[in-house]
């Protein structure tokens, strides 16, 4: 009885050293005492770009296979009215000047946008309507999107605005941008040696000058875009069909396309 006793006791304390151990090891003090601990996340939410990017859309193409739809679905830019100003760089047929390093600050602060139309309706744009804080044009650069591949200054929007991100200095957001499409790389690889050229000028006027260099010594390659009544009447924008199935959100109607209709039904019965 006695030895049964004294085993009992040495039976508990070895029991409660075993919890305490446990709890220490655990870094656990007890019911009621142990502090709640801070689950880490290891997984980093995607990064948005660090630049403000803006469009107008004319509902000039598939709206399903838009590369600038497919950027505003994705949260990269913000669709624009016509109503609607925009006070950093827009890359506009109107434009005076090329864009350049020179403009870096103006995206940077203001950002950069792009008007969306098809390249054989620019007559239906209606440009003057447009309130661009500084309009510039893009230098020669060749188009990698599925329909006008190989044609010289057919970008697409998601080409443009990353053609003008990289020659301003900004390449993370270019690339950013490139990557939402199986064919983005295409581009980058096409134009890598302009690109890499045209983002060492300091200004419009320099870059002018390295694209008419280049242009001199590859006499092959053509100087312009085809003419509209030379090629199929398809918009820029139309990408390919593996690139309109991405699981986004539905497409909202195009208000600038209708209040664009309604424009021109007024102008006709007047």
């Known amino acids: 009885m006695g030895y049964n006793r004294r085993r009992g ?12 151990t446990t709890q220490e090891a655990s870094g656990d003090d007890g019911p ?12 980093e939410e995607p990064k948005g770009p660090t630049i403000q990017l803006a469009m107008w859309d004319f509902g000039q193409c598939d709206v399903k296979r838009c590369t600038g739809r ?10 624009l009215r016509v109503t609607n100003g925009f006070s950093g760089v827009v890359l506009s047929p109107v434009g005076t000047q090329c864009v350049s390093k020179e403009d870096h600050n103006i995206v940077q ?14 007559s239906d744009v209606p440009f003057v ?32 605005l990353s053609a003008a991100l990289i020659i301003c200095g900004e390449q993370d957001t270019a690339h950013l941008l490139l990557g939402k499409f199986k064919w983005g790389h295409s581009f980058l ?4 040696d302009l690109l890499k050229a045209y983002s060492k000028c300091e200004n419009g006027t320099e870059i002018i000058n390295v694209q008419n260099s280049w242009l ?7 100087k312009s875009p085809v003419k509209a009544a ?19 959100p539905p497409l909202e109607e195009n208000m600038n396309h209708l209040n664009f209709q309604d424009d021109e039904s007024e102008e006709e019965s007047d």
């Open 109 to 122: 602060r203001k950002g950069l946008a792009v008007v969306d139309c098809s390249w054989a309706r620019l």
């Open 32 to 43: 009621g005492t142990s502090l709640p601990r801070q689950e880490v996340d290891t997984e």
């Open 129 to 160: 309507k447009l309130r661009c804080g500084a309009p510039r044009l893009l230098p020669w650069l060749v188009a990698a999107n599925p329909v006008n591949y190989g044609r010289p200054c057919e970008l697409s929007c998601v080409e443009a």
């Open 9 to 20: 006791r040495g039976s508990s304390s070895s029991s409660s050293s075993s919890r305490r």
């Open 189 to 192: 690889s096409l134009n890598r």
């Open 216 to 222: 001199s010594s590859n006499s092959s390659v053509p």
């Open 70 to 79: 497919k950027l505003a679905r994705f949260r990269l830019l913000k669709e």
């Open 230 to 248: 030379d090629k199929p009447r398809r918009s820029t924008e139309e990408g390919s069909d593996a690139d309109s199935d991405d699981g986004l």
